[in-house]
């Protein structure tokens, strides 16, 4: 029998746990911003490389918000002139 997959989210507190289920946004660990897995920006900072080891993943908005995370404003271009808005 096959070991069940594993993946590395980020939890609100910023600190990693493993979850069964795959996060479903990106972020970079050291900009502090979160992400669709498919975003335009990160897709082309990915295939220039070194921007893979300081990815790391997300259940949803809320836990990246309240780990420290902003908005990208190529993909979240709402959310972003949201969090924009208040800081």
């Given at each position: 029998?096959?070991?069940?997959?594993?993946?590395?989210?980020?939890?609100?507190?910023g600190?990693?746990?493993?979850?069964?289920?795959?996060?479903?946004?990106?972020?970079?660990?050291?900009?502090r911003?979160?992400?669709?897995?498919?975003?335009?920006?990160?897709?082309?900072?990915?295939?220039?490389?070194?921007?893979?080891?300081?990815?790391?993943?997300?259940?949803?908005?809320?836990?990246?918000?309240?780990?420290?995370?902003?908005?990208c404003?190529?993909?979240?271009?709402?959310?972003?002139?949201?969090?924009?808005?208040?800081?």
């Open positions: 029998m096959a070991a069940a997959r594993a993946y590395t989210l980020i939890a609100a507190d600190r990693p746990y493993r979850s069964p289920v795959p996060g479903t946004l990106g972020g970079h660990r050291q900009q911003l979160y992400g669709r897995l498919d975003c335009p920006s990160a897709l082309r900072a990915i295939a220039r490389g070194g921007y893979v080891r300081h990815r790391v993943f997300f259940a949803d908005e809320a836990t990246a918000a309240a780990a420290g995370y902003r908005p404003a190529v993909c979240l271009p709402e959310e972003y002139a949201r969090w924009k808005a208040i800081t």
